[in-house]
């Protein structure tokens, strides 16, 4: 017996709702038709990865930064309309930009 039997010994005259309303697909961030530039450096020994290139407003930019450093499990900043992460994830920033509708383009190595 599973749990709608058992609901429906317990409430026989319940008739289940079927969920009819589609969800509008709102994207969570402001989408533009350039690339966003994803570049690797080494600064004072250690690796960073920046994205540049984004010209939405600057809340959305922050709200992409938090994402991704939340997606990622890492730290990073956003400054002078760049996103700094700490570390090298130019692969898992690029797939995750791609499943969010942007457009990337990568520099360097």
Known sequence: M???????????????EEN???ESEKPDYWL????IICKYEKR??????ILEGYNGA??????LAKDLKTFLGVGGSFKN???IIQGDY?????????????SVKRVGG
């Not at 749990?3 to 026989?12: A, E």
């Not at 533009?32 to 690339?35: E, H, R, S, Y």
């Open 2 to 16: 599973d749990l709608k039997d058992q609901l429906k010994n317990l409430f026989p005259d319940h008739v289940p």
């Open 20 to 22: 009819t309303e589609k």
């Open 32 to 35: 533009q038709d350039d690339p």
């Open 44 to 49: 004072k020994g250690k690796p960073i990865t």
């Open 58 to 63: 600057d809340s959305d930019f922050k709200k």
């Open 81 to 83: 309309e760049s996103i």
């Open 90 to 102: 130019r692969d898992k920033i690029m797939v995750f930009l791609k499943d969010h509708g942007f």
